[in-house]
């Protein structure tokens, strides 16, 4: 167990339709990424937060946004689902993520987002 | 980010070691060498990181080549647990932004 939890497990839903993951970081990190698997892709890094700022972006459609709240705690928003956005969605966790190269990151389970 | 190049996949038998090796010519003097796994249906997990010198943790042991254009991710003797998709990262503090840059990886096999 990593202490990152993440919110739904699993996700079924329309295209066209919006969806929020929610990400509760381990203890004391500061800082929140996200990240998306697919088949095809593979895993892409998509945003990254440090203490409620936004810090670096990724591949981020400009369909999606996330953000982090006071208690750090953070959300992923998917709008106008399309069926390429099925994925899992990974969210991890670091102390600061102040691109430090030895820094680890703490992955939580993963959502399963499935657009039918 | 600099690149790295593994091997698609790997076998094993169980309690033998396995080298999982990873190429990465281009990699640049403050660039650390990462290795995280990825456990079936779960998230990648951090194994092990270093620079220069060999590194050894309770779950494995990386040897980085003299040159640094090479390194291998050692488990000692292999579990079935250890069947995952393994991932070399290189990490620069300049460009990485604190994010992971995943491959395609290695995935190993672990027969009992």
């Known amino acids: 167990d990593s202490g990152v939890t993440q919110t739904p497990k699993h996700l079924i839903t329309a295209t066209g339709q919006r969806v929020t993951l929610r990400c509760s970081p381990r203890s004391g990190d500061l800082s929140v990424y996200w990240y998306q698997q697919s088949l095809d892709q593979g895993l892409q890094f998509l945003i990254q937060y440090y203490n409620g700022e936004e810090r670096a972006k990724g591949n981020i459609l400009e369909r999606f946004s996330a953000q982090q709240f006071p208690d750090l705690h953070s959300e992923l928003n998917l709008s106008s689902l399309e069926l390429g956005d099925s994925a899992l969605y990974f969210c991890a966790s670091s102390v600061e993520g102040t691109s430090g190269p030895q820094e680890t990151q703490y992955f939580g389970p993963g959502t399963r987002l499935l657009v039918l | ?112």
């Not at chain 2, 579990?79 to 300049?94: H, N, Q, S, W």
């Open chain 2, 1 to 112: 980010d600099a690149k790295t190049t593994q091997p698609n996949s790997m076998e094993s038998n169980e309690e033998e070691p396995v080298h999982l090796p990873c190429n990465h010519s281009t990699i640049s003097g403050t660039d650390y060498i990462h290795w995280y796994r990825q456990l079936p249906s779960q998230g990648p997990e951090y194994v092990i990181h270093g620079l220069t010198s060999n590194v050894n943790n309770r779950m494995a042991s990386l040897a980085i080549a003299e040159d640094r254009k090479s390194s291998t991710l050692i488990l000692h003797r292999a579990t079935l647990r250890d069947a995952a998709v393994y991932y070399c990262i290189l990490r620069d503090v300049v460009t990485s932004y604190g994010k992971l840059t995943f491959g395609q990886g290695t995935i190993l096999t672990v027969h009992p």
